[in-house]
C-alpha cells in the first residue's frame, strides 16, 4: 500500500499532472567523478584456462574412446537403415577400451602429504 493518501500530491507530480521539480533525487541529478570511471577502465577479465591443455594424452585419448563410442552405438540405433552387424560391438569395444585407457591413466599412489586428509 502506499504511504500516500489519494487526495494527497505525489512527491513527484503535482495535484494537476504537472511533473514537480525533484531537486537532485533523479537518475540524472548526479555527477561524474572520473577516479571512479578510471578505476572501472583497469578491469581486465580472466582468461579461463583450456582444460585440455594441461591434461595428458593418454586421458584425451581414452576418454575421447569412451565417449565416441558411446555416442556411436546412440545414434547407430536411433538412425533408421541397415547398419553392418560388427558396427555395434565394435563401438562397444572402442567404449570399453577407453574405459581400460582412462582406468589406466590414474595415479598408482597418493601423493601429497601424510595428513588426515584435512587440506586448506
Not at 580472466?46 to 595428458?56: D, E, F, H, I
Request: proline share 12%; charged share 20%; no cysteine.
Amino acid at each position: 500500500m502506499s504511504p500516500h493518501r489519494d487526495d494527497e500530491p505525489s512527491p513527484v507530480f503535482d495535484r494537476h499532472g504537472g511533473s514537480r521539480p525533484v531537486g537532485g533525487r533523479g537518475p540524472r541529478d548526479w555527477s561524474l567523478d572520473e577516479g571512479a570511471l578510471d578505476e572501472a577502465d583497469d578491469f581486465t577479465p580472466p582468461n579461463p584456462k583450456n582444460p585440455l591443455a594441461g591434461a595428458r594424452p593418454g586421458v584425451v585419448l581414452g576418454a575421447l574412446m569412451a565417449l565416441g563410442g558411446i555416442v556411436g552405438v546412440l545414434i547407430t540405433a536411433w538412425v533408421p537403415g541397415a547398419a553392418p552387424s560388427w558396427l555395434a560391438p565394435a563401438l562397444i569395444a572402442v567404449a570399453v577400451l577407453g574405459l581400460v585407457v582412462l582406468f589406466l591413466q590414474m595415479p598408482r599412489s597418493r601423493g601429497g602429504g601424510s595428513g588426515d586428509g584435512a587440506q586448506v
